[in-house]
Each structure stands twice: as C-alpha cells, then as structure tokens.
Nanobody
C-alpha cells in the first residue's frame, strides 16, 4: 500500500509560479500528476518513470510545468511556471507500478491505484 501526502498549491496571479510536492511511503515505477477542474474529467499532466527517468507532459502544460523526483526525500514535485487562469483546478499526485508505453509512463487515471488527497490551485487573471 502506497500512501501519498501532498503539499503546496494555493492562489497566484496569472504568470506566476507554484510548486507542488507529493511525499510517498513506497517507491513505484510510475508517478504522475493529474488535475481536475469542476465539471471536467481528470486530466493527466505529467509522468515520471523511475527506471529510466523519462518523463511525459500533456500538451497543455509542456514547456511550463516540470515533474521531478527526489528519491532521497521520497518526494515528487510539480514545478508550475507561467500559470494561466485555465490551470485552476484540484491537483493530484498518483503512483502505481505503472503501464509503460513508448518508454514513458502513461497518464491515464485508470492506470493508477494510489492517489494523494488533492490540493487546490487557483490562478487569477
């Protein structure tokens, strides 16, 4: 059983930055960040594959968000820069042994069994 505890988030103006953290109890091959806005489906944003260190980013965040992993601290991060109002959502980290495709972990919510508690990010214009 993997437990994930998130921290970070909050409110920021457009163009600003935030960093989310997710501390895990046990390492898994795939870790990811998702978000869900009211009335919308959960969206996969970024994944990191422990074995290779390879990453995946959704087009909506590519070039603005960075996923990273610190194994010494049992923590993954999501650095979010150039934030936009449309980034407003509840953000979740997730973990699983993983489903690998093309050398990266997939960003499909159904492939992840372990989830953080969620943290709100609000970006004002």
């Amino acid at each position: 059983q993997v437990q994930l505890v998130q921290s970070g988030g909050g409110s920021v103006q457009a163009g600003g930055s935030l960093r989310l953290s997710c501390e895990y109890t046990h390492s898994t091959n795939c870790m990811a960040w998702f978000r869900q806005a009211p009335g919308k489906e959960r969206e996969g944003l970024a994944t990191i594959y422990a074995t290779r260190g390879s990453t995946y980013y959704a087009d909506s965040v590519k070039g603005r968000f960075t996923i990273s992993r610190d194994n010494a601290k049992n923590t993954i991060y999501l650095q979010m820069n150039s934030l936009k109002p449309e980034d407003t959502a509840t953000y979740y980290c997730a973990a699983d042994p993983g489903y690998i495709r093309g050398g990266v972990c997939v960003a499909t919510p159904g492939q992840y069994n372990y989830w953080g508690q969620g943290t709100q990010v609000t970006v004002s214009s």
